[in-house]
Every structure is written in structure tokens, then in C-alpha cells.
């Protein structure tokens, strides 16, 4: 059984900074690219940032671009979503997402796993 679990969100003001964890586990765990997406209320899942286990080839979205960063620790089995620089538009619900597979894919049916997910609110 193949386990993701997302913690690290909150609320913080315009301008401020989170990071995400997400921590998997299970026997059976071995994909090959994890990824980050969200979804804001009465809108469809999005695309965030995706990163390669290994070689840690990464994607974004233009939205994030130049403020997120997606990183990895192979070790721990734990990928990690840096936000900077939030904006009132960031807010939605975070998920973690898990793929087998090596291409780095955008859209959320390519992906095997998923967290619960974690809140993120940015206020103006």
C-alpha cells in the first residue's frame, strides 16, 4: 500500500513564505516522478511543479515559475514545495502526486497516488 502525505500548509500573508513536505511510504513504493498540484475552490485541479527521482529533472508552471521550487530527498523519500513570494491567488488545497513512469506529465490522470492534500490560504 502506497501511502503520500502532504503537511506544511497554513495561513500566511501576501509576500510570505511555506514549504510543503510530502512523505511517502509503503513497501511497494518506487515511481519515478513526483509532482505537486492544487485546486482552488469551484476551480479544476492544476498543475503546480513536478520533479524527476532521479537526476531531479523539474517542471513548473508559468504561474510559479521563479517562486516555487520543487526539491527531493531520495533517502527520506520526501519531496518538498517551496513557496516564496505567495500571492492571494496561491490559495487553494496542495496535493502530492506520484507516477511511474519517467516523462514529466502535467495532467493529473497520469498520475498512480495521491495525498489527502493540505490547505494553503494567503491573505491581501
Known amino acids: 500500500q502506497v501511502q503520500l502525505v502532504e503537511s506544511g500548509g497554513g495561513l500566511v500573508q501576501a509576500g510570505g513564505s511555506l514549504r510543503l513536505s510530502c512523505a511517502a511510504s509503503g513497501r511497494s513504493f518506487n515511481s519515478d516522478v513526483m509532482g505537486w498540484f492544487r485546486q482552488a475552490p469551484g476551480k479544476e485541479r492544476e498543475f503546480v511543479a513536478a520533479?524527476?527521482?532521479?537526476?531531479?529533472?523539474?517542471n513548473y508552471a508559468d504561474s510559479v515559475k521563479g517562486r516555487f521550487t520543487i526539491s527531493r530527498d531520495n533517502a527520506k523519500k520526501t519531496v518538498y514545495l517551496q513557496m516564496n513570494s505567495l500571492k492571494p491567488e496561491d490559495t487553494a488545497v496542495y496535493y502530492c502526486?506520484?507516477?511511474?513512469?519517467?516523462?514529466?506529465?502535467?495532467?493529473?490522470?497520469?498520475?498512480?497516488?495521491w495525498g489527502q492534500g493540505t490547505q494553503v490560504t494567503v491573505s491581501s
Open positions: 520533479i524527476r527521482w532521479s537526476g531531479g529533472s523539474t
Open positions: 502526486a506520484a507516477k511511474y513512469g519517467s516523462s514529466i506529465v502535467v495532467v493529473t490522470t497520469q498520475y498512480d497516488y
